[in-house]
């Protein structure tokens, strides 16, 4: 069982950049396949990143590919998503998900735990 609690969303200007912390508890974290998804209202909720359990392999689609980055310290229990260079079409809802199998999923379905979410508006 891991619990998730996310922070640092905000309003930006288009061009901006924010940084996404997303803190976890329990003491297998470092065993967890985490990512990021984000939804905007009336829109499936969409995959932004993830990353190994080790940290050595991260996936990112091509609507932030060069733009974002995930990383994660194991010792403090928490993954990060760096935004740079963002866009009015980001602006979203973003949550911050686990699994604890020794796999990269890109959808939705295959996370089992997840956090509250934090808004991210970026103006134009």
């Known amino acids: 069982q891991v619990q998730l609690v996310e922070s640092g969303g905000g309003l930006v200007q288009a061009g901006g950049s924010l940084r996404l912390s997303c803190a976890a508890s329990?003491?297998?974290?470092?065993?967890?396949?985490m990512a990021w998804f984000r939804q905007a209202p009336g829109k499936e909720r969409e995959f932004v990143a993830a990353i190994s359990w080790s940290g050595g392999s991260t996936y990112y689609p091509d609507s932030v590919k060069g733009r974002f980055t995930i990383s994660r310290d194991n010792a403090k229990n928490t993954v990060y998503l760096q935004m740079n260079s963002l866009k009015p079409e980001d602006t979203a809802v973003y949550y911050c998900?686990?699994?604890?199998?020794?796999?990269?999923?890109?959808?939705?379905?295959?996370?089992?735990?997840w956090g509250q979410g934090t808004q991210v508006t970026v103006s134009s």
């Open positions: 998900a686990a699994d604890p199998r020794l796999r990269i999923a890109l959808s939705h379905h295959e996370y089992d735990y």
């Open positions: 329990g003491r297998t974290f470092s065993r967890y396949t």
